[in-house]
């Protein structure tokens, strides 16, 4: 019975030890974690600012570090055994000498991910979060007033839960009737803000190298956008809606519209809608006003509140609108979230924007 009840307390004291090491080591992830979903990062912010935090950060960091290097020179590795292969072509047929070059274009790519991976750990994810970016341009490009894309090019969607509900109906349209592919990476409870828990300019450089065939992209972020971001020059947390936060936010927004200009990729970005909580839809109301300042020439802005307005809530939030001359609900309970017919609404704007080979991909008149 003593025996028992001496490994019932080591059990106890293991698991306790693992809780402290990995919220010691995890810290600075926690802390991203907490802000993300609770909207406030303590307690894990103190702990990761502290003296003893940043020297378990230092650790976890390392370690990171030291296996992307493991991976590296495993890399590495293959390709001088590809290259000792290729120098010995002349024995080889051409079917194996094809395929061994591909392997080599694989393992070479993964390489340079690996590398800007580690490059970006170094410096921190936001090259474009400097005062000097503002999000104007001053390019004489011209302005987007529609989305222009080829059949045999494919759709691409981000953004948060509010486009995982209306993604989906503009995807149907263009597969069943137009014969055009897309791909969505919408993703619950991401945005701009918390980039260590999911990075979307990040992930939008990767999707587009591997996807070269993207003809259109079209964001739908904000949603979870209004709380504290992480200031890329002090790791410090900046306060919602102060001149830095918005400094460091748009810094976010410009890289991924300089992403999808570098790869020729037209920009539709849909701004999150009024929201029921005046708090929440107070900053809603903040983001807007700095995604209407993207220049057109970069991106096309759809206002998802304007589309949403019914006659008597004018700019306030209203969970229901004339659809076809009935009053029908459009927005879900919490205030937040689209109900199948406020998903098609802002489906049916979007595609009303975009035209596919030179022809219009929907036309206003039809219905719901």
Request: zero cysteines; a neutral charge; charged letters at 25%.
């Amino acid at each position: 019975m003593k025996k028992k009840k001496l490994t019932i307390i080591h059990i106890v004291l293991i698991l306790l030890i693992s809780i402290i090491l990995i919220t010691w080591f995890k810290s600075d992830k926690l802390a991203s974690y907490w802000q993300q979903e609770q909207g406030a990062s303590e307690p894990f912010e103190s702990l990761s600012e502290s003296s003893i935090g940043k020297i378990g950060n230092a650790v976890d960091s390392f370690n990171s570090e030291k296996e992307i290097n493991t991976q590296i020179k495993r890399l590495n590795e293959e390709v001088n055994h590809i290259a000792n292969r290729l120098v010995a072509s002349d024995t080889l047929k051409e079917s194996e000498l094809a395929e061994i070059k591909k392997a080599q274009a694989r393992i070479e790519a993964k390489i340079n991910a690996l590398t800007k991976q580690q490059q970006l750990a170094t410096s921190g994810s936001d090259v474009s979060s400097t005062k000097a970016n503002t999000g104007v341009n001053n390019s004489t490009a011209t302005s987007i007033n529609r989305i222009a894309m080829d059949s045999d090019k494919k759709a691409l969607f981000i953004g948060d839960s509010l486009m995982q509900g209306v993604a989906p109906w503009v995807m149907r349209k263009l597969q069943n009737d137009l014969q055009v592919k897309s791909i969505n990476l919408s993703k619950h409870s991401t945005g701009l803000t918390v980039s260590k828990f999911f990075d979307w300019p990040a992930t939008l450089e990767k999707s587009l190298q591997d996807n070269p065939d993207i003809g259109a992209l079209f964001v739908f972020l904000g949603g979870n956008d209004g709380q504290s971001i992480i200031d890329p020059e002090t790791k410090h947390y900046v306060r919602f809606g102060t001149e830095r936060w918005d400094e460091v936010y748009t810094g976010r927004i410009r890289r991924i519209l300089d992403t999808a200009k570098e790869n020729n990729v037209p920009v539709l970005w849909i701004t999150p809608p009024n929201m029921k909580r005046a708090d929440l839809n107070e900053k809603t109301a903040h983001l807007v006003e700095l995604y209407k300042k993207i220049p057109k020439t970069d991106a096309m802005i759809l206002v998802s509140k304007e589309i949403l307005q019914s006659d008597t809530a004018k700019d306030e939030y209203s969970d229901s609108m004339l659809v076809n001359g009935k009053l029908k609900k459009t927005r879900t309970a919490d205030g937040v979230h689209f109900t199948t017919t406020g998903q098609k609404v802002i489906a049916n704007a979007i595609m009303e924007k975009v035209d596919i080979d030179g022809q219009p991909m929907f036309s206003a008149t039809e219905a719901y």
